[in-house]
């Protein structure tokens, strides 16, 4: 998990502990935390792939002769 995000699902963590006004049940808290991770790694995933597309692209790009 990218480290942004493992620092917000700690402060909401916190928030949801401390304040005795928000009342979530152990389940939908670890369920939020799974889908939070889940999105920050599937967000990697996009990152790394966009980077490796488009480095593949240039690469293209050079083999053909059109790169300036």
Known sequence: M???S???LQENTRVLY???LIHI???KLLRHSFLLQ???QQQALDLKLTEKAT???RQQ???AGTLS
């Open 6 to 8: 493992r620092a917000l």
């Open 38 to 40: 889940l999105h920050s």
């Open 61 to 63: 790009r050079k083999d």
């Open 25 to 27: 049940s152990e389940t």
């Open 18 to 20: 401390e304040n005795p």
């Open 2 to 4: 990218a480290p942004f």
């Open 55 to 57: 480095r593949l692209h």
